[in-house]
């Protein structure tokens, strides 16, 4: 049944990835100079990739990555993302992005 699930899941990135694959890039270029706009825009796509991939409400991959660790795949992912974010955001990207979500919006 795990593997089902983690199955569904990358699925699930996958397709989304495919489909937010240009505008990422795009705002991603915008987001590194500084575009508070582009950087907004990014996270309201993890959000709702998240949300399409899991039907969770306002979270962010990261922060449901980092609140579901105990769970060998999430924790896996959760290391892949925080390697991945570390150049730009540093070290335990996961558990900030958890910390400040729960914070501001009451998770």
Same mark, same amino acid.
Not at 27 to 30: A, D, I, K, Q, R
Not at 36 to 42: G, R
Not at 56 to 61: A, N
């Given at each position: 049944m795990?593997?089902l699930?983690?199955l569904r899941?990358l699925i699930?990135?996958i397709l $989304?990835g495919?489909?937010?694959?240009g505008?990422?890039i795009i705002?991603?270029?915008?987001a590194?100079?500084?575009s508070?706009?582009?950087?907004?825009?990014?996270y309201?796509?993890?959000i709702?990739? $998240?949300?399409? $991939?899991?039907g969770?409400?306002?979270?962010?991959?990261s922060?449901r990555?980092?609140?579901?660790?105990h769970d060998k795949?999430?924790?896996?992912?959760?290391?892949?993302?925080?390697?991945?974010a570390?150049?730009f955001?540093g070290a335990n990207? $996961?558990k900030r992005?958890h910390?400040?979500e729960?914070?501001?919006?009451?998770?």
């Open positions: 795990a593997a699930k983690a899941t699930g990135y $989304c495919l489909l937010f694959i505008p990422f705002l991603s270029v915008f590194l100079f500084g508070v706009w582009a950087f907004n825009s990014l309201s796509i993890d709702a990739i $998240c949300s399409i $991939c899991h969770t409400k306002l979270e962010s991959i922060a990555s980092f609140r579901l660790s795949r999430y924790h896996y992912q959760m290391r892949v993302i925080d390697f991945l570390k150049p955001d990207h $996961c992005a910390k400040w729960r914070k501001v919006i009451n998770l």
